[in-house]
């Protein structure tokens, strides 16, 4: 029984480190597998169209167009 006493004097430090590291992983499974509350979201509500990002969208693809041309020419 002193050896098994010595042997936890001696290494106290590991057997913490071991625990605190099973303690979160236990936490963390505990959060994921906990029911979470379903959210119904609107995306017409809550991100309205702008219109003028669709033209900028299409500037873009333009330009993108003229710079691969032009490395096929070469």
Do not use: C, H
Not at 28 to 55: A, C, F, W
Request: hydrophobic residues 45%.
């Amino acid at each position: 029984m002193q050896a098994f006493i010595d042997f936890l004097v001696n290494n106290y430090l590991w057997f913490i480190i071991v625990s605190i590291v099973l303690i979160f992983a236990l936490i963390g499974y505990l959060v994921d597998t906990s029911e979470k509350p379903t959210q119904v979201r609107k995306m017409d509500d809550e991100t309205p169209v702008i219109e003028g990002n669709t033209e900028a969208i299409i500037e873009s693809d333009v330009k993108q167009e003229t710079i691969n041309s032009e490395v096929d020419i070469l």
